[in-house]
C-alpha cells in the first residue's frame, strides 16, 4: 500500500483528498519509485477543476516527480535498486509516496542536483529546453518577450534566452516579481496590471516589436502578445493559466506572416533517444549555470490542496514541490 491524493470528483482543491491506495509490484520493463518530491504544476490545478478532462476519476493527479528506484521488474536495463531518479509521465499519478512506473520513462538525476530541484526540473526545465531550442531556436540578437516572467518556466526561459544572447522582455504582476525576473535576465520588465503591456513592448522595441512571444497565460495575453510581433514573429502559446484561448480568425497572421504553435512537451521527447537528448542539454545548462532553479515552495503530499489554492491565488512564485 501506499497514500495518494485521489481526485474522486472535479472542484475546487478540497477534492484532492489523502487516501491509501493499492501498489503494484514491477512487471516487465517497470520499476518501483519511492517519491521524495512531487512537482506541481497549473496543469495539475486545470485536471482537478475540469478543464482538462484527461484524467479518468476517481484517479491520482501529477505529472512528474524524484525519488530512489526500489525494486525492477524483468527486462529493465540501465536502472538498479538505489538509483536516484527524476521522471514526468502523461499518464499521471505522481501524487503518491510509491509507485510503479515505465522505467524507460526514468532519468538518472546527477550528483549535485537535490530531489526537489530534479522533480520540478522535469516539465519545466525541459519544457524551457524545448522552447528555446527546437519550438523557437532563440538566437542572438533577437528579442524575446516571456510572460510570467517571474514564473516557474518564465525564469527558466529567460535566463537561457538572455545566455543564448536574446534581449529578453518580461511581464509580471508585482514590483517584487519584477526583481526576480531582472535577476533572470530580463532587460526590461513590464507590470502588466499597471500598464498597457503591448504598448510598452512597442515603445521599448521602437515600433519593431518581437521576434518571438512565449505566452502560458492565454485567454488574457494572446491578443496582446499578437500585437507585440515583428514581421514573421512566432507566437508560442504554451499554456492558458488565465482561460483558454478563444477562437480567432487565422488571417489576423497575416499583419505580419505571423505564425502560432500550442506545443506539447510530450511530443517532443516521445521516444527515449530524444528525452536523453533533452535531459542532456538540460542538465549541461544547469551545470554550466545557464539556468538557475532556485528553491521551490515546499509542502507536505498531505497538504497538497493548499499548494494548489496558493499557486492559483498567485502567492508563489517559482516552482512548487510536494515533500514525502
Known amino acids: 500500500m501506499t497514500q495518494a491524493i485521489v481526485i474522486r470528483a472535479h472542484g475546487g482543491p478540497e477534492v484532492l483528498e489523502l487516501e491509501a491506495m493499492p501498489l503494484a ?10 517519491h521524495t518530491a512531487i512537482g506541481v504544476n497549473f496543469h495539475d490545478c486545470y485536471v482537478r477543476s475540469g478543464l482538462y478532462r484527461t484524467l479518468p476519476l476517481p484517479g491520482v493527479p501529477g505529472l512528474e516527480a524524484a525519488g530512489v528506484v ?5 527486462d ?5 535498486p538505489g538509483d536516484r531518479v527524476a521522471y514526468f509521465t502523461k499518464s499521471y499519478g505522481s501524487y503518491a509516496a510509491a509507485r510503479t512506473i515505465p522505467a524507460e520513462r526514468l532519468i538518472h538525476v546527477p550528483d549535485g542536483i537535490d530531489d526537489a530541484t530534479a522533480a520540478v526540473a522535469m516539465i519545466r526545465g525541459l519544457t524551457a529546453q524545448v522552447l528555446v531550442q527546437r519550438v523557437h531556436r532563440v538566437e542572438h540578437g533577437q528579442t524575446v518577450l516571456v510572460h510570467a516572467a517571474a514564473g516557474g518556466v518564465g525564469l527558466l526561459l529567460c535566463q537561457w534566452a538572455t545566455a543564448l544572447g536574446a534581449r529578453v522582455i518580461g511581464t509580471v504582476g508585482s514590483a517584487a516579481k519584477a526583481d526576480r525576473a531582472r535577476a533572470a535576465g530580463c532587460a526590461e520588465t513590464i507590470l502588466y496590471r499597471e500598464e498597457d503591456f503591448v504598448a510598452h513592448v512597442q515603445d521599448i522595441t521602437d515600433g519593431a516589436g518581437v521576434d518571438v512571444a512565449y505566452d502560458a497565460v492565454g485567454r488574457d495575453t494572446f ?7 515583428a514581421d514573421l514573429g512566432h507566437l508560442v502559446n ?5 482561460g483558454p484561448v478563444p477562437p480567432f480568425e487565422v488571417s489576423a497572421l497575416s499583419k505580419g506572416s505571423f505564425s502560432v504553435t500550442r506545443p506539447m512537451l510530450f511530443h517532443y521527447v516521445a521516444d527515449r533517444p530524444s528525452l536523453e537528448a533533452a535531459a542532456t542539454s538540460l542538465f549541461r545548462a544547469m551545470a554550466d549555470g545557464v ?3 532556485d528553491a521551490p515552495t515546499t509542502f507536505p503530499l498531505a497538504e497538497a490542496a493548499t499548494a494548489h489554492r496558493a499557486m492559483e491565488a498567485r502567492e508563489t512564485t517559482g516552482a512548487v514541490v510536494l515533500t514525502v
Do not use: D, M, N, Y
Not at 526500489?70 to 524483468?74: K, L, N, R, W
Not at 491578443?223 to 510581433?229: D, I, N, P, R, T
Open 76 to 80: 529493465v536495463e540501465g536502472f538498479a
Open 238 to 242: 504554451f499554456g492558458q493559466a488565465s
Open 291 to 293: 539556468v538557475r532553479i
Open 223 to 229: 491578443q496582446g502578445s499578437l500585437a507585440c510581433l
Open 25 to 34: 509490484a514491477p512487471g516487465p520493463g517497470e520499476a518501483l519509485v519511492r
Open 70 to 74: 526500489e525494486a525492477t521488474g524483468p
